[in-house]
């Protein structure tokens, strides 16, 4: 059995379970929710099974009397469990007793949201600081108490590191994974999704390749806010029908309940201080590296060499999966954090932030991400001009960069190499 590295997560996980009842973990298939919840469970359903998902079919109640805490693993396979646990919740059950696991949303929700006995908890592919390629030397949460600590840490993680990072996959089954191999295992996960997931969500695909060209499409808009429309113009690349608005509102629904698209929304502040802020999201598929092997792209390509196998992208690929690497990063420190995450960006694209993370104080913390290892007043333009904006509301300034040395600049904004940030 391999062994078990912990998780941002499970700290969460730790803490909720001594006073909750009832916990579901939700993200996409292969990040671990099963490995990590079935560290905690006396008792484990397994509903992928036939036997297991005839029971909970034919009476959900059955497997809510058993030894605690009580995994129900794929619970969205027999949506009716999910009332059954609110029920057992409402009758008093004891804190920790049960942890539901589902790898996507049912198509047909549950009768009650669950909300106030149910608690959901996202889990997300491995981040940086989970991956064991570099020690962090700086808080996320640490940042977001403000007061601008200062900043140490050098790491020899370098470009080619971040790109390998890229391509390599957060999903940890896929971590001893390399070449050929890596790439035949993100083929089969993608297949999956078109060939049996869509079927299991209710929305058998008539036209798989129509789908994967829009999946494809998506992934080369990774970290924009390109419209819809516009990632459906692309998807047909001058050849065959372009799909329909509702057929791409189609795909983009399944993909979401699969949680395999994990869009960044745009920032509203509470505070209203800012006016003209777009709320269209910005587009991030779960793992970076599912977004890479869509576009074709490996590690010699992104580095703009010739490879047998990819094709050479524009310059701009690179730096948007870096971003997207970033992002998936700070989501689940930001997460541990009980912090939101965010983008800003003004209607007319003059300013832009690339993630903005808001505490429960609605004070933030602005994030800009720089493929380079050299940080120019250029790049922190946007960061001290939302300074300006809201004052003492902006905890801290970061760009998280490429480079080897943490360090504040002259002007207060902190750069941390991405290798170096954690939760």
Request: proline share 7%.
């Amino acid at each position: 059995m391999a062994r078990y590295t912990r998780r941002v997560v499970d700290s969460e996980l730790d803490e909720l379970m001594a006073q909750l009842p009832a916990l579901a973990i939700e993200g996409p298939k292969g990040v671990g929710k099963t490995a990590t919840a079935e560290r905690r469970a006396a008792t484990i359903h397994r509903l992928d099974e036939p036997a297991e998902r005839g029971i909970a079919e034919a009476d959900p109640t059955v497997l809510l009397d058993a030894p605690a805490p009580i995994l129900i693993d794929e619970w969205q396979l027999v949506p009716p469990l999910w009332d059954a646990v609110r029920r057992a919740v409402d009758r008093g059950a004891e804190p920790g007793r049960f942890l539901l696991a589902g790898s996507a949303a049912p198509e047909a929700p549950p009768t009650h949201s669950g909300a106030g006995r149910i608690v959901r908890i996202r889990m997300r592919p491995l981040a940086l600081a989970e991956r064991g390629v570099a020690k962090p030397t700086v808080s996320l949460h640490g940042l977001l108490a403000g007061g601008r600590p200062a900043l140490a840490g050098r790491t020899t993680f370098a470009l080619t590191d971040y790109v390998r990072e890229i391509v390599a996959s957060g999903l940890p089954g896929l971590r001893d994974l390399t070449g050929r191999a890596l790439r035949t295992q993100l083929d089969g996960y993608l297949a999956s999704v078109v060939d049996r997931d869509f079927e299991e969500q209710g929305r058998p695909v008539r036209r798989p390749t129509a789908l994967r060209r829009w999946m494809a499409a998506y992934a080369a808009a990774t970290a924009t806010t390109a419209t819809y429309e516009k990632i459906r113009d692309a998807a047909t690349s001058g050849e065959g029908e372009t799909p329909t608005r509702p057929t791409v509102l189609a795909y983009r629904d399944v993909l979401e309940r699969l949680f395999l698209l994990d869009p960044v929304p745009g920032w509203r502040p509470s505070r209203n201080r800012l006016a003209r802020l777009t709320e269209s999201p910005k587009h991030h598929l779960a793992d970076p590296a599912l977004a890479a092997r869509l576009l074709g792209v490996d590690e010699h390509a992104l580095l703009g060499r010739p490879s047998p196998g990819g094709r050479r992208p524009d310059g701009a690929l690179l730096g948007q999966l870096f971003e997207s690497l970033v992002t998936l990063s700070v989501r689940v420190y930001a997460q541990a954090a009980e912090a939101r995450v965010h983008h800003l960006r003004t209607y007319e694209g003059r300013q832009e932030v690339d993630l903005i993370v808001e505490s429960d104080d609605q004070r933030v913390l602005a994030i800009e991400t720089k493929l380079s290892g050299e940080v120019t007043d250029a790049d922190v333009k946007h960061l001290l001009w939302l300074g300006e904006r809201i004052g003492s509301d902006l905890l801290d300034a970061v760009v998280v960069n490429t480079g080897k040395q943490a360090y504040r600049r002259p002007d207060g904004v902190a750069v941390v190499p991405a290798a170096l940030l954690g939760p």
